[in-house]
């Protein structure tokens, strides 16, 4: 038989669109075509199939005019996750190994000289595609990202690491390859605890009902106040991720290649630099590959020394931090990646860093303070929920200060407080629509009064308006209270007494 046929996936966005690979035997002068938008990589898949097949004992059909064929045609493929399958058509088109085996597997991987089987990105995505159409095939995929594979259930994934032990599985009485098994989700790694923090008292607070609500965290205040070690200890405050959140994150995680088994079912923590592009946070590239806010997905994106971020880069957030997805346009295709993400930034207040400072004179002037300041945008702000300042401390102080709350305690009450709004409401209250809050946020008389009159003299826009309610709401969770009072609505307004809080 001249001709086979093996079942693959291409990555598409966080889609894995199926591929077919086509590979035709033909007399005539020996030659090696890949056609079916194939870019570099995939072209390069004719040596390094080459090199494997004869490495490992294999006969290649050098006397043959080979054509690889991956339909659809238009559909962009990259990587080197088509050597498996152009190596499995080659051997089947020769008469090797059974083509009828074949029509009941879906697979990737990339080959090594030696036919050593190589990981893929995008794992995770594949298997989730496979079970959305029905899960009919088996799944085989090299070791180790047949491993995140078979974290998707109601699946069978074969695992390998050889091209020869592939073969020998695919002969007539050969004995199938061993199914990937499921790792456990492991125990939270141990990460820093808010007791290491001393004094900070209102950051803290801020930082509790930051992680009880899902809201945004904007920390203003002088270098060395405590800003990157509150944002780092967020993680360990937020409740553990359900399954389909979980499985959610590591699918983005492994089509950037980044997934760590070890990490399974923990939540990202994102902190990148503030030389970071916009591409580079919110996605981009040819083809489209997930930016940061996607690789927080379910996660805290945590942006210290905000105001040197390019503007843009800055901008670009506005969107998805309202809407929970980024849909990447290009003139050829589109991409959609998820971007639920908990932003928690930092910045100084001046470009010295010490207006307000108690402990050090601040040498910046109006102007220069001025324009610091307004690198961030009244829209960007009015997107973030907490607002608060991080006050310099004396170091003498420090020492007669005892430790705070460990992780643990107040990581109990955000869950309590957390398990309240998803019994309310199905979510976080920073998820909750505007159109929810009159049901599920009830003001009594006086925190009514209170708000009106605070939004009035503040100049509130109404989405300020709603982002303070939905802390208030919070901040009543927390205190197990069913409707929000007026010290729930005055500690929701303290909150947003920070930088921008006019906004």
């Given at each position: 038989m001249s001709l086979a046929t093996v079942h693959s996936r291409a990555l598409d966005g966080?889609?894995?669109?199926?591929?077919?690979?086509?590979?035709?035997?033909?007399?005539?002068?020996?030659?090696?075509?890949?056609?079916?938008?194939?870019?570099?990589?995939?072209?390069?898949?004719?040596?390094?199939v080459r090199a494997a097949l004869h490495n490992s004992g294999l006969s290649f059909p050098a006397n043959k005019r080979i054509t690889v064929n991956l339909a659809p045609a238009d559909l962009p493929k990259e990587g080197g996750r088509f050597d498996l399958p152009m190596a499995l058509g080659l051997l089947a088109a020769n008469g090797q190994i059974e083509p009828g085996r074949l029509a009941q597997l879906e697979c990737a991987g990339e080959l090594s000289l030696a036919g050593e089987l190589r990981p893929v990105?995008?794992?995770?995505?594949?298997?989730?595609?496979?079970?959305?159409?029905?899960g009919a095939r088996e799944l085989l995929l090299p070791a180790a990202s047949a491993a995140e594979a078979a974290l998707v259930e109601g699946l069978v994934v074969r695992e390998a690491g050889h091209l020869l032990d592939v073969v020998a599985a695919l002969q007539p009485e050969g004995e199938a390859l061993p199914r990937a098994a499921a790792l456990p989700r492991l125990a939270p790694l141990a990460g820093p605890d808010l007791a290491d923090i001393r004094g900070q008292a209102g950051p803290k607070r801020a930082l509790e009902v930051a992680a009880a609500g899902g809201h945004s965290l904007l920390m203003t205040g002088p270098p060395g106040t405590g800003k990157s070690m509150l944002a780092q200890r967020l993680p360990g405050l937020l409740p553990a991720l359900e399954d389909d959140d979980a499985l959610a994150s590591a699918?983005?995680?492994?089509?950037?290649?980044?997934?760590?088994?070890?990490?399974?079912?923990?939540?990202?923590?994102?902190?990148?630099?503030?030389?970071?592009?916009?591409?580079?946070?919110?996605?981009?590239?040819?083809?489209?590959?997930?930016?940061?806010?996607?690789?927080?997905?379910?996660?805290?994106?945590f942006l210290d020394e905000l105001p040197e971020f390019q503007r843009t880069a800055l901008e670009a957030l506005r969107e998805p931090m309202e809407t929970g997805r980024i849909l990447i346009s290009r003139a050829a295709r589109q991409a959609e990646f998820p971007a639920r993400f908990q932003l928690v930034a930092a910045m100084n207040p001046c470009p010295c860093g010490h207006l307000g400072n108690p402990l050090r004179a601040c040498r910046c002037t109006p102007d220069q303070v001025a324009?610091?300041?307004?690198?961030?945008?009244?829209?960007?702000?009015?997107?973030?929920?907490l607002l608060i300042?991080?006050?310099?401390?004396p170091p003498r102080d420090l020492q007669d200060l005892a430790p705070g709350e460990a992780?643990?305690?107040?990581?109990?009450?955000?869950?309590?407080?957390?398990?309240?709004?998803l019994a309310r409401q199905g979510c976080a209250n920073a998820l909750l629509p505007p159109q929810a809050l009159a049901d599920h946020a009830v003001l009594e008389a006086p925190a009514r009064a209170l708000l009106d009159r605070s939004a009035e003299r503040l100049g509130?826009?109404?989405?300020?308006?709603?982002?303070?309610?939905?802390?208030?709401?919070?901040?009543a969770d927390l205190a197990g209270?069913?409707?929000?009072?007026?010290?729930?609505?005055?500690?929701?307004?303290?909150?947003?007494?920070?930088?921008?809080?006019s906004a």
């Open positions: 966080l889609a894995a669109a199926p591929v077919t690979v086509e590979v035709h035997l033909a007399n005539g002068l020996p030659s090696f075509t890949v056609v079916g938008l194939a870019d570099t990589e995939v072209k390069e898949a004719r040596e390094r990105r995008g794992a995770l995505a594949m298997a989730l595609a496979l079970r959305q159409a029905g699918a983005v995680l492994s089509l950037a290649g980044q997934f760590d088994i070890a990490r399974w079912g923990q939540r990202p923590f994102r902190a990148p630099h503030h030389s970071a592009s916009s591409v580079a946070l919110v996605g981009g590239g040819s083809p489209p590959r997930p930016g940061e806010i996607s690789l927080a997905l379910h996660g805290v994106l324009r610091y300041q307004g690198r961030l945008s009244g829209p960007f702000l009015d997107r973030l929920d300042e991080v006050p310099a401390i992780s643990a305690t107040v990581a109990a009450r955000v869950a309590a407080a957390r398990s309240r709004a509130w826009s109404a989405r300020s308006f709603h982002r303070v309610l939905r802390v208030a709401r919070t901040v209270a069913e409707h929000l009072g007026a010290a729930h609505v005055a500690e929701a307004i303290q909150l947003r007494r920070g930088l921008g809080s």
